[in-house]
């Protein structure tokens, strides 16, 4: 069994998404009351060890006390039979009720203080997108796309509706809308009142996973949707008029990812207004504190005697951290062996742990360096930075490796020239403000100012440079 327990208060509140990979064996008081403890264990689908696994160890949902030693208030079957399913990521809660939703279709209501079942409603859905919760509604998603509401406070059927792949994240219901993220990338609107659908948006990247399983974010008057590879606000631009008042960030993806698609979806440089660049990342290679490895020289010297056995951890495959290091590790004649994980965190757990020797990322590992529990090799940067000055970066010690993922401001393609001159102004008259430059030196991202031309001459020559990468690290046609 695993465990993992909550901040106090209101942060536990944006925490329920963490049990989104958990089938549920004790499911704690969630966000509106102190601290909590979850405990649960790998679904493992349908296997025969899983099925065997739920056999022995019932999925129960479990409200602990808000305390420091939680007490065990009651515990409940979400299931329609005897035979306890995994509940479908974390549930919810609204107007004193618990919301559970079983992979059988079943979804229960809990009392929020004693446990007792209010009500019950049984489905022949295998239910994935766990339950969301407001507005006098519950509301689950199915494997092929089925959505159900339900009253909340009788658990009557209300409407079915319908979106075309697995839903994937909790509904988000408010403003008289019910939103359904799903897995072909779509974030789809339903009337709240009688289910009809209002509209969906897509990300315009069919080639793509949606990786990410977070629900939608309602906000007053707006929709905002997470997508890992970053280029989801830019790609909305191609919809959007070029009148200056619809802009978006330009990430490194946005160079990268058409090199690497079957089916080329986009054209990073026909298909954008370049306005400005402003600023970009910090990224190092860190190792442990006690490593024998103290500097590159000492990295390469192993890794000729030790091809492929020096290890290192990135947030994932393809991004600038795991690209520089390869980009390094041919200009240094030496093999790496790369090891991806779904963010900094997880790298560093495992840095840390001894599980594996280095990591490659942006500045996620500052603690640990100012800790003293790491060490710092290099930086990736075109000039050293100014937190670490003592550390010298790859090129000068003569690996010929920049990545600081300059990243800036666009627009859709076809702007006015002379709006595009008015917010480049702008700007660069924010980044001249002392107080933007402590926010970005607050981050260790340096300021990489460019204006219209320089920036849109820097993005043609990117994409020629990221297509060279891709070709030779063999990713072309990859997703």
Same mark, same amino acid.
């Given at each position: 069994?695993?465990?993992?327990?909550?901040?106090?208060?209101?942060?536990?509140?944006?925490?329920?998404?963490?049990?989104?990979?958990?089938?549920?064996?004790?499911?704690?008081?969630?966000?509106?009351?102190?601290?909590?403890?979850?405990?649960?264990?790998?679904?493992?689908?349908?296997?025969?060890?899983?099925?065997?696994?739920?056999?022995?160890?019932?999925?129960?949902?479990?409200?602990?006390?808000?305390?420091?030693?939680?007490?065990?208030?009651?515990?409940?079957?979400?299931?329609?039979?005897?035979?306890?399913?995994?509940?479908?990521?974390?549930?919810?809660?609204?107007?004193?009720?618990?919301?559970?939703?079983?992979?059988?279709?079943?979804?229960?209501?809990?009392?929020?203080?004693?446990?007792?079942?209010?009500?019950?409603?049984?489905?022949?859905?295998?239910?994935?997108?766990? &339950?969301?919760? @407001?507005? #006098?509604? /519950?509301? !689950? %998603?199915?494997?092929? *796309?089925?959505?159900? =509401? +339900?009253?909340?406070? $009788?658990?009557?059927?209300?409407?079915?509706?319908?979106?075309?792949?697995?839903?994937?994240?909790?509904?988000?219901?408010?403003?008289?809308?019910?939103?359904?993220?799903?897995?072909?990338?779509?974030?789809?609107?339903?009337?709240?009142?009688?289910?009809?659908?209002?509209?969906?948006?897509?990300?315009?990247?069919?080639?793509?996973?949606?990786?990410?399983?977070?629900? &939608?974010?309602? @906000?007053? #008057?707006? /929709?905002? !949707? %997470?997508?890992?590879? *970053?280029?989801?606000? =830019? +790609?909305?631009?191609? $919809?959007?008029?070029?009148?200056?008042?619809?802009?978006?960030?330009?990430?490194?993806?946005?160079?990268?990812?058409?090199?690497?698609?079957?089916?080329?979806?986009?054209?990073?440089?026909?298909?954008?207004?370049?306005?400005?660049?402003?600023?970009?990342?910090?990224?190092?290679?860190?190792?442990?504190?006690?490593?024998?490895?103290?500097?590159?020289?000492?990295?390469?010297?192993?890794?000729?005697?030790?091809?492929?056995?020096?290890?290192?951890?990135?947030?994932?495959?393809?991004?600038?951290?795991?690209?520089?290091?390869?980009?390094?590790?041919?200009?240094?004649?030496?093999?790496?062996?790369?090891?991806?994980?779904?963010?900094?965190?997880?790298?560093?757990?495992?840095?840390?742990?001894?599980?594996?020797?280095?990591?490659?990322?942006?500045?996620?590992?500052?603690?640990?360096?100012?800790?003293?529990?790491?060490?710092?090799?290099?930086?990736?940067?075109?000039?050293?930075?100014?937190?670490?000055?003592?550390?010298?970066?790859?090129?000068?010690?003569?690996?010929?490796?920049?990545?600081?993922?300059?990243?800036?401001?666009?627009?859709?393609?076809?702007?006015?020239?002379?709006?595009?001159?008015?917010?480049?102004?702008?700007?660069?008259?924010?980044?001249?403000?002392?107080?933007?430059?402590?926010?970005?030196?607050?981050?260790?991202?340096?300021?990489?100012?460019?204006?219209?031309?320089?920036?849109?001459?820097?993005?043609?020559?990117?994409?020629?440079?990221?297509?060279?990468?891709?070709?030779?690290?063999?990713?072309?046609?990859?997703?």
């Amino acid at each position: 069994m695993k465990s993992q327990t909550f901040p106090p208060a209101a942060a536990c509140a944006g925490k329920h998404a963490a049990l989104a990979r958990w089938t549920v064996a004790a499911a704690c008081m969630l966000a509106l009351v102190g601290c909590s403890t979850v405990k649960g264990w790998f679904d493992g689908g349908d296997s025969e060890k899983a099925k065997a696994k739920r056999a022995t160890e019932p999925a129960e949902l479990v409200e602990f006390s808000p305390s420091a030693s939680p007490a065990r208030l009651w515990s409940a079957n979400a299931g329609k039979g005897e035979e306890r399913l995994g509940i479908r990521q974390a549930p919810a809660i609204a107007d004193g009720r618990v919301y559970a939703a079983a992979v059988d279709g079943g979804v229960r209501a809990f009392d929020l203080q004693s446990g007792a079942v209010l009500w019950r409603h049984d489905s022949d859905l295998r239910l994935t997108g766990g &339950p969301g919760a @407001g507005d #006098g509604l /519950v509301v !689950v %998603g199915g494997l092929k *796309g089925e959505v159900v =509401a +339900l009253d909340a406070a $009788s658990g009557a059927e209300r409407w079915r509706a319908k979106v075309v792949s697995e839903v994937i994240a909790p509904p988000v219901i408010g403003q008289g809308m019910v939103l359904v993220r799903s897995n072909d990338g779509r974030v789809t609107a339903f009337d709240a009142a009688n289910g009809e659908r209002r509209w969906f948006w897509n990300r315009e990247l069919p080639t793509l996973t949606v990786r990410g399983n977070d629900a &939608p974010v309602l @906000g007053p #008057g707006f /929709v905002f !949707v %997470g997508n890992d590879d *970053g280029t989801l606000a =830019a +790609l909305s631009l191609r $919809s959007a008029r070029p009148d200056g008042h619809t802009l978006a960030q330009a990430p490194m993806g946005l160079f990268r990812i058409p090199h690497m698609q079957k089916k080329q979806s986009f054209d990073p440089i026909a298909d954008f207004t370049y306005i400005s660049c402003l600023t970009g990342y910090t990224f190092g290679l860190v190792v442990p504190a006690d490593s024998p490895i103290k500097s590159i020289k000492d990295l390469i010297e192993y890794a000729k005697a030790n091809p492929g056995k020096f290890t290192y951890g990135s947030p994932g495959a393809n991004t600038s951290p795991h690209l520089a290091i390869e980009e390094f590790s041919e200009r240094a004649g030496i093999k790496l062996n790369h090891v991806p994980f779904k963010g900094n965190a997880e790298a560093m757990v495992a840095l840390l742990g001894g599980h594996i020797m280095s990591v490659s990322d942006s500045t996620g590992w500052a603690p640990h360096v100012e800790s003293g529990k790491v060490r710092l090799l290099a930086t990736y940067g075109s000039k050293r930075t100014k937190r670490w000055p003592d550390i010298p970066t790859l090129t000068e010690l003569g690996y010929d490796t920049v990545s600081d993922s300059p990243f800036g401001l666009i627009g859709p393609k076809g702007m006015d020239p002379a709006v595009v001159k008015k917010l480049d102004d702008a700007f660069k008259a924010a980044l001249a403000d002392p107080k933007v430059i402590e926010i970005v030196d607050r981050f260790d991202q340096p300021v990489v100012y460019m204006n219209s031309a320089d920036y849109t001459a820097w993005a043609k020559s990117t994409y020629e440079a990221e297509k060279k990468t891709i070709e030779r690290l063999g990713l072309v046609g990859t997703i």
